[in-house]
């Protein structure tokens, strides 16, 4: 039987958000843009069918002050708390962070490109992937302080990229961009030419097979998620 996952997109505007995450997630999905007023079902609704859920990145800040940032908030405290496994991607780790108690601020800088991450101990969405691994960056925000009885699983020089409280699990990184979408992602930046010149000439074959490895966590959450689903009764 197939895993069905809501994966909660946060971008804004035309973006390969959608694209990248249904190459990589062997699963019935089902996407809502949140952005644009697509509310993904309450927890109590007829509708709710999900085995778990997956939190795209966002060109937004989760301390922002918009509604569906606001709703979003309370939609996943509420699919925490119920025991729904959680992933959440650069934005969806920060907002799940937030959202559960732990603090996100403004860098000051901006992290981007493929960058070197280092893990903390096992866990099994890390199965299978090296201790210091490569994947693609690109935020202005960090956690700065993680919900208590959160773990850290992984980070780098710019602060934690990985953290698991319960069955709710956060990701700085983007295993899910292709080169394509690195490509894309730099161009799209305000950035001086020279940075992101630099960005560019980063985005190698080699980096970009070295971070084909972080794309293993996909497949090690989805097994997260089928050995919480209940056992169908015959």
Not at 24 to 31: C, I, K, N, R, S
């Amino acid at each position: 039987m197939s895993v069905a996952l809501a994966v909660i997109d946060a971008s804004v505007g035309e973006t390969p958000a959608e694209t990248n995450l249904r190459r990589e997630l062997d699963a019935d999905v089902t996407v809502y843009k949140i952005s644009e007023g697509q509310r993904p079902p309450p927890m109590a609704a007829a509708a709710w069918q999900f085995d778990g859920v997956v939190i795209s990145g966002s060109q937004t800040s989760v301390y922002d002050d918009y509604d569906w940032i606001h709703e979003a908030t309370e939609w996943v405290r509420r699919v925490h708390r119920a025991g729904i496994p959680v992933l959440g991607i650069c934005w969806g780790h920060q907002l799940l962070a937030q959202a559960l108690g732990g603090r996100v601020v403004d860098m000051g800088t901006h992290e981007l490109g493929y960058e070197q991450i280092v893990r903390l101990g096992a866990d099994p969405l890390f199965e299978g992937i090296p201790a210091t691994f490569t994947s693609f960056e690109t935020h202005t925000d960090r956690v700065a302080e993680l919900p208590s009885d959160a773990v850290a699983l992984a980070r780098n020089e710019y602060g934690i990229q990985a953290f698991r409280l319960d069955h709710t699990y956060g990701v700085q990184f983007h295993p899910e961009y292709d080169r394509e979408t690195a490509v894309w992602v730099t161009e799209s930046k305000d950035l001086p030419d020279d940075r992101r010149r630099s960005v560019l000439d980063g985005i190698t074959d080699e980096s970009v097979e070295a971070a084909r490895q972080s794309t293993q966590l996909f497949d090690n959450f989805r097994r997260l998620v089928e050995t919480r689903r209940p056992v169908q009764q015959p």
